[in-house]
T-cell receptor, first 115, second 110 residues
Framework: GAVVSQHPSWVICKSGTSVKIECRSLDFQATTMFWYRQFPKQSLMLMAT?????????EQGVEKDKFLINHASLTLSTLTVTSAHPEDSSFYIC???????????FGSGTQLSVL | GQSLEQPSEVTAVEGAIVQINCTYQTSGFYGLSWYQQHDGGAPTFLSY????GLEETGRFSSFLSRSDSYGYLLLQELQMKDSASYFCAVIQQAGTALIFGKGTTLSVSS
């Protein structure tokens, strides 16, 4: 099946710094990617929809200036958490729709810990 | 608002059959998916229903009734490795993101 690669797997950073997370579709082109956030023992919450070559669409309550999304190519989307704070500590997961329209393939996730 | 309801926890023994129900209320509906997630891992696709009826994939089957806004995931011949969280998720329109339920934690014991 389609493969989505996400890096890094985990990152620890100091409060106030920025962290970039990369999401790549390895064997297919993804015009649209989705970014989710998941807190422990909770569901996946959609943060934003990333569209290649255009601005991302953010869900209500998600600060677009804090969570910068760039989808510069058909295989790469990045999420930058700017000026990270401890409350941003979470599991961030990207996904892309594969060749079969109804399936979403997920990256392995990034565990962010902000000290 | 949108809501997807599923039981929070289910326990079973190896070899048993378990059914995880999901009822949904969303502004649009295109299809219902099921995903499995082990602790610390990413969700993996299990099944998709776009039309009413049963879809079977090996030990896992999924059912959808659009008129009842209801679906279920059926897991047969349970194995210890099936212990994980299971999420139902709705696609409201083709090409859009999945909206996930809160997840059901399945614990399989020997």
């Amino acid at each position: 099946g389609a493969v989505v690669s996400q890096h890094p797997s985990w990152v620890i950073c100091k409060s106030g710094t920025s962290v970039k997370i990369e999401c790549r579709s390895l064997d297919f082109q993804a015009t649209t990617m989705f970014w989710y956030r998941q807190f422990p023992k909770q569901s996946l919450m959609l943060m934003a929809t990333s569209n290649e070559g255009s601005k991302a669409t953010y869900e209500q309550g998600v600060e677009k200036d804090k969570f910068l999304i760039n989808h510069a190519s058909l295989t790469l989307s990045t999420l930058t958490v700017t000026s990270a704070h401890p409350e941003d500590s979470s599991f961030y997961i990207c996904s892309a729709r594969g060749p079969e329209n109804e399936k979403l393939f997920f990256g392995s996730g990034t565990q962010l810990s902000v000290l | 608002g949108q809501s997807l309801e599923q039981p929070s926890e289910v326990t079973a023994v190896e070899g048993a059959i378990v059914q995880i129900n999901c009822t949904y209320q969303t502004s649009g509906f295109y299809g219902l998916s099921w995903y499995q997630q082990h602790d610390g891992g990413a969700p993996t696709f299990l099944s998709y229903n776009g039309l009413d009826g049963l879809e079977e994939t090996g030990r896992f089957s999924s059912f959808l009734s659009r008129s009842d806004s209801y679906g279920y995931l059926l897991l047969q011949e349970l194995q210890m490795k099936d212990s994980a969280s299971y999420f139902c998720a709705v696609i409201q329109q083709a090409g859009t993101a999945l909206i996930f339920g809160k997840g059901t934690t399945l614990s399989v014991s020997s």
